[in-house]
């Protein structure tokens, strides 16, 4: 089982995202413990500000 130091190593090396039992999971990369480490980020706006 592999472990990467960081979620940027992790993608780099084509190890993110990574879900629960596989390969590249990390608990520590896993933020919000949905299952899934090292997820990308998704920017969400507030659909008021920009009307």
């Not at 780099?12 to 520590?28: C, D, E, F, K, T």
Request: net charge positive; with cysteine; charged share 25%.
């Amino acid at each position: 089982m592999a472990a990467a130091p960081n979620c940027d190593f992790a993608r780099m090396v084509g190890l993110a995202p990574s879900n629960r039992g596989q390969p590249g999971y990390y608990p520590r990369h896993d933020r919000n413990q949905d299952g899934v480490a090292c997820e990308p980020f998704v920017r969400r706006f507030n659909s008021q500000r920009w009307r």
